[in-house]
Nanobody, 121 residues
C-alpha cells in the first residue's frame, strides 16, 4: 500500500484548503481511510475517517469545519478544510486499513509521508 498526500500549504486564518491522498497498491474500495495530524511538540491525533461504505466521523476539534470524502474511481480520499485556525497548523497524514478500528485507533501500518498545513493568524 502506498499513500501520497498533497494540497498542503500556507493559508490565513479563516481560509480553506483541500488535501488529497492518492492510494495505490490496494483495492481502494475495500479500505477505510483516515486523516490524522501532528503539530510540533505534540502527539499525532485523529482528525476524520471515512468507511468503505462512506460513513464519516470527525474529531470534535474539526467537526463542522472539515469534510472527508472519497472517490473510489480515482483511488483518492480528500479532506476539505474550511474556517481554518492557527491551531490547525500541523503535518497532515493519510491512513488506510481494511479494518476501520485500525484506522480510528491509528494502529494501521499504512501511512503517507504527510503534507504540511500552516495557518497564519
Amino acid at each position: 500500500v502506498q499513500l501520497v498526500e498533497s494540497g498542503g500549504g500556507l493559508v490565513q486564518a479563516g481560509g480553506s484548503l483541500r488535501l488529497s491522498c492518492a492510494a495505490s497498491g490496494l483495492t481502494f474500495s475495500t479500505y477505510a481511510m483516515g486523516w490524522f495530524r501532528q503539530a510540533p511538540g505534540k502527539e499525532r491525533e485523529f482528525v476524520a475517517y471515512i468507511s468503505r461504505s462512506g460513513g464519516t466521523y470527525y474529531a470534535d476539534a474539526v467537526k463542522g469545519r472539515f469534510t472527508i470524502s472519497r472517490d473510489n474511481a480515482k483511488n483518492t480520499v480528500y479532506l476539505q478544510m474550511s474556517s481554518l485556525k492557527p491551531e490547525d497548523t500541523a503535518v497532515y497524514y493519510c491512513a488506510a486499513d481494511q479494518n476501520l478500528r485500525a484506522v480510528v485507533a491509528g494502529t494501521t501500518g499504512s501511512w503517507g509521508p504527510g503534507t504540511q498545513v500552516t495557518v497564519s493568524s
